[in-house]
T-cell receptor
Framework: QKEVEQNSGPLSVPEGAIASLNCTYS??????FFWYRQYSGKSPELIMS????GDKEDGRFTAQLNKASQYVSLLIRDSQPSDSATYLC?????????????FGKGTMLLVSP | DAGVIQSPRHEVTEMGQEVTLRCKPI?????LFWYRQTMMRGLELLIY????????DSGMPEDRFSAKMPNASFSTLKIQPSEPRDSAVYFC???????????????FGEGSRLTVL
């Protein structure tokens, strides 16, 4: 069973700070990695995807991937109270000609004004 | 555009009763997923359909759970008989999968919150 591990949190940061969310995965063969955001009582939504080692930036969000260490992270710069949510790391699990996502349990982020 | 539509949004039932959850995926999407979310276990994949065919049902907990997709616009997840440990939020998600170029973007419905007493 492939595993995706995240600290459950909550991670508390003040408004304007950088929030750093981390994720490790067990399957060394995984190729695609995703960050989903889930507000309380709502459904998850995709915010970032990353496929190659290194950094990928999108606005205030930066995803980082290190396949050798089996580690994915998400940095949120200039954190806003509206960023308060649970962030789910997901890893593409490829079967015989199909793909599904395995999710971590998520890290709750709290941004205080 | 309409997103993924799930019903019911909330269901409270008694142990032993049959529960049917329904999902209408986004038009044109060819992949449909049923996930279950609990605090303890997080978001777990129950079953995955591609072009209406069940591809991976290894996550279905036991024979009490069954899922169908009779056509491209409708799927059901049935629990019979239900048990208190089945209490969770059940999400349906759809996606457009194109060969090996899948973006990994799942579009989730709002979920069905099931409480089994």
């Amino acid at each position: 069973q492939k595993e995706v591990e995240q600290n459950s949190g909550p991670l508390s940061v003040p408004e304007g700070a950088i929030a750093s969310l981390n994720c490790t995965y067990s399957d060394r063969g995984s190729q695609s990695f995703f960050w989903y955001r889930q507000y309380s009582g709502k459904s998850p939504e995709l915010i970032m995807s990353i496929y190659s080692n290194g950094d990928k930036e999108d606005g205030r969000f930066t995803a980082q991937l290190n396949k050798a260490s089996q580690y994915v992270s998400l940095l949120i710069r200039d954190s806003q109270p509206s960023d308060s949510a649970t962030y789910l790391c997901a890893v593409n699990e490829e079967g015989s000609g199909y793909s599904t996502l395995t999710f971590g349990k998520g890290t709750m982020l709290l941004v205080s004004p | 555009d309409a997103g993924v539509i799930q019903s019911p949004r909330h269901e409270v039932t008694e142990m032993g009763q049959e529960v049917t959850l329904r999902c209408k995926p986004i038009s044109g999407h060819n992949s449909l997923f049923w996930y279950r979310q609990t605090m303890m276990r997080g978001l777990e994949l129950l079953i995955y359909f591609n072009n209406n065919v069940p591809i991976d049902d290894s996550g279905m907990p036991e024979d009490r759970f069954s899922a169908k997709m009779p056509n491209a616009s409708f799927s059901t997840l049935k629990i019979q008989p239900s048990e208190p440990r089945d209490s969770a939020v059940y999400f349906c998600a759809s996606s457009l999968e194109i060969g090996t170029g899948w973006t990994g973007e799942l579009f989730f419905g709002e979920g069905s919150r099931l409480t089994v007493l």
